[in-house]
């Protein structure tokens, strides 16, 4: 049997109560079960839920986007930016590494302080979710691996 496709509405924020994300407003998010589109500590969760449920649910931050690794933090001399640039606090840049995005966290007179873990590393999350829809996958979508239609991959 194919897997599911599964639609939820969610609203995410820290242990602190503060909010992070939300699907409220738009589509629901939509993902095809176990290709690793969601974090695993809240697929694991939802698996068991069904059409209309309701659940908060709390993620760890090793089940969420891991622990934040401190060799990701680096100093930078100033003089390695582009000289047109103006640098902020929480300016993000990539550099020839793919799937890693640096934030500058502090500056230092000359010397930039860039992380390069997830902003959302070593954050306990609590996710606000209830599910909206619950189908089978088709055929198409478990040889593609995404989700078509409405909150899906519309174009590839
Ligand atoms: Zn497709």
């Known amino acids: 049997m194919n897997p599911r496709v599964v639609s939820f509405h969610y609203t995410l924020k820290d242990k602190e109560g503060n909010l992070i994300d939300s699907s409220e407003g738009s589509h629901p998010l939509s993902y095809l079960e176990g290709t690793g589109q969601i974090i ?23 089940k969420a986007y891991g622990q934040k690794n401190p060799e990701l933090v680096f100093d ?36 930039i302080i860039v992380d390069g873990n997830h902003p959302l590393a070593g954050v306990d999350l609590v996710f606000d979710v209830q599910i909206v829809n619950i189908r089978t996958a ?13 909150g899906g991959h519309h174009h590839h």
């Open 40 to 62: 695993s500590g809240l697929e694991d969760e939802i698996k068991s839920m069904n059409s209309g449920d309701k659940k908060i649910i709390s993620v760890d931050a090793d």
């Open 76 to 111: 930078v001399p100033k003089s390695q930016f582009p000289e047109d640039e103006v640098l902020s606090v929480g300016m993000m840049f990539q550099t020839d590494e793919p799937d890693t995005v640096y934030t500058i966290t502090e500056i230092k007179g000359e010397t």
């Open 138 to 150: 088709t055929d198409e979508e478990v040889s593609h691996g995404h989700v078509h239609g409405e």
